[in-house]
């Protein structure tokens, strides 16, 4: 059974940074893309970055220039910096990784992350 587990969050104020990690427990292979998602209150959830396993990366324009996704192949981790954060930025952050080959995909548990004016 994978399961993905973020840590990293928390509350900072304006103008400040965060570092979140999502890693994988149990066997996992294959993995196509990594991503991080966020939802705030009220709103949809939105895709704010990804990385593909050949380490070309994309990101919502919101964030451009202040997030940086990575990730460690080896460690089956993904990584969030977040830096410049904006009160609205503040929202539950999901990690999301897809398959190649499959259509299975895992979503993390989420972390709160919020960010005072």
């Known amino acids: 059974q994978v399961q993905l587990v973020e840590s990293g969050g928390g509350l900072v104020q304006a103008g400040g940074s965060l570092r979140l990690s999502c890693s994988a427990s149990g066997s996992i292979f294959n993995i196509n893309t990594m991503d991080w998602y966020r939802q705030a209150p009220g709103k949809q959830r939105e895709l704010v970055a990804t990385?593909?396993?050949?380490?070309?990366?994309n990101y919502a324009d919101s964030v451009k220039g202040r997030f940086t996704i990575s990730s460690d192949n080896v460690k089956n981790t993904v990584y969030l910096q977040m830096n410049s954060l904006k009160p609205e930025d503040t929202a539950v952050y999901y990690c999301?990784?897809?398959?190649?080959?499959?259509?299975?995909?895992?979503w993390g548990q989420g972390t709160q992350v919020t960010v005072s004016s």
């Open positions: 999301h990784y897809t398959m190649r080959w499959s259509a299975l995909d895992y």
């Open positions: 990385i593909t396993s050949g380490g070309r990366t």
